[in-house]
């Protein structure tokens, strides 16, 4: 399965996501659990509760991203 830049999801990546409530949205990160043919499971980071993302389309893995802002600190 492949995110919005095309880059492969794996089970440990760390993604975001957007989310709306209305008109206010904000963007999730969350750490995948599992991947499927059709949806992947995260673990959102922020409250650590489990969702199933359909709309894959949707998300961007950072991993390397977050690793290099955790070597920074």
């Not at 990546?13 to 206010?24: A, E, F, H, L, Q």
């Not at 659990?33 to 673990?43: E, F, T």
């Amino acid at each position: 399965m492949k995110d919005f830049l095309q880059q492969h999801i794996t089970v440990g990546d760390v993604v975001v996501y957007p989310n709306r409530k209305g008109s206010i949205l904000w963007m999730n990160q969350a750490q995948v659990m599992d991947v499927s043919l059709k949806s992947i499971k995260v673990r959102r980071t922020e409250d650590n509760a489990l969702k199933t993302l359909t709309r894959v389309d949707r998300v961007v893995v950072v991993t390397k991203q977050v690793e290099a802002l955790n070597a920074d600190v």
